[in-house]
């Protein structure tokens, strides 16, 4: 088993094509060895800043990580996937096509004050946050650590770089934080990066707050409730299945 890595970046999709042939290669060398009994696999990382092939001989080890090593250190076979506190918005699990060297302060501009907007209600967000909790996600959002930002009627989605991508839900009324869930360790709620993503909901617009979605479904002529429907079951697999299950006559 062979692992990669380049910190701060991530391969591009030529990198992963050009490990997908090392592997075929590897895997074809093999296949009349009866020596050989398991599959030559690669797995990319989620990033995709790692990738692990499995199932080489230890004889043959030196050969393909000379050869990987002509992928990883090739500059154009990756790109930057940067850190917040280098300036650039970390994208998580990004195609490996889309580059990820957006500055921060281009999808955050507020960022160059390092001040929430006055939309967010501040006072209710302390009350309720133990003090350390506050500022260390105060921090958080000042250095640009909340990306990938949804906010749809009254719910806000996000991902704030922590240790690793944390997922961020929260629940927020006229800017008042209500409740929050976060894929972090951390029992207690709200945690620092639940405080960060609240403070960053200021910097963009709520999608949906001048009309209730019921509202907008009921004002939609079916033939454009079809529409919008069918387009995004293309792009959603599960909504998809969701469709087929809900609607297929029994």
């Given at each position: ?5 380049r910190?701060g ?10 490990l997908e ?8 060398q ?6 050989h009994?398991?599959d ?23 050969s393909v990580i ?5 992928v ?8 930057p ?5 280098q300036g650039?918005?970390h994208?998580?699990s ?10 921060v302060?281009?999808a955050?501009?507020r960022?160059?004050t390092q001040?929430?907007?006055q939309?967010?209600?501040?006072e209710t ?5 133990e ?8 921090r ?6 909340v ?7 009254d ?5 704030v ?6 997922d961020v ?7 008042s934080?209500v409740?929050?869930?976060c894929?972090c ?7 620092k990066?639940?405080v960060?993503?609240?403070l960053a ?12 979605l ?5 004002a ?25 299950e ?5």
């Amino acid at each position: 088993m062979l692992e990669l890595e380049r910190t701060g970046h991530a391969f591009s999709a030529d990198g992963i094509a050009a490990l997908e042939e090392i592997r075929s290669n590897y895997a074809d060398q093999v296949a009349d060895d009866t020596a050989h009994q398991t599959d030559v696999t690669l797995d990319i990382g989620m990033t995709p800043r790692t990738a692990t092939i499995k199932g080489i001989f230890p004889a043959d080890s030196s050969s393909v990580i000379g050869t990987c090593w002509d992928v990883v250190s090739d500059p154009t076979k990756w790109y930057p996937i940067g850190w917040p506190e280098q300036g650039w918005i970390h994208r998580r699990s990004a195609d490996p096509s889309i580059p990820g060297d957006e500055p921060v302060e281009d999808a955050f501009p507020r960022l160059q004050t390092q001040t929430p907007s006055q939309s967010v209600d501040l006072e209710t967000l302390r009350e309720v946050t133990e003090p350390g909790r506050y500022e260390r996600g105060s921090r958080y959002y000042e250095r640009g650590s909340v990306t990938e930002l949804e906010y749809v009627d009254d719910t806000l989605q996000a991902t704030v770089q922590g240790s690793r991508p944390y997922d961020v839900r929260v629940t927020l009324s006229q800017g008042s934080y209500v409740s929050g869930q976060c894929s972090c360790p951390d029992d207690a709620v709200p945690c620092k990066h639940i405080v960060a993503a609240v403070l960053a909901s200021g910097d963009i617009e709520a999608v949906g707050g001048d009309q209730s979605l019921d509202a907008l479904l009921a004002a939609a002529s079916a033939e454009e409730f079809r529409s919008v429907l069918s387009e995004i079951a293309d792009e959603d697999i599960g909504l998809r299945k969701r469709l087929y299950e809900e609607l297929s006559e029994d």
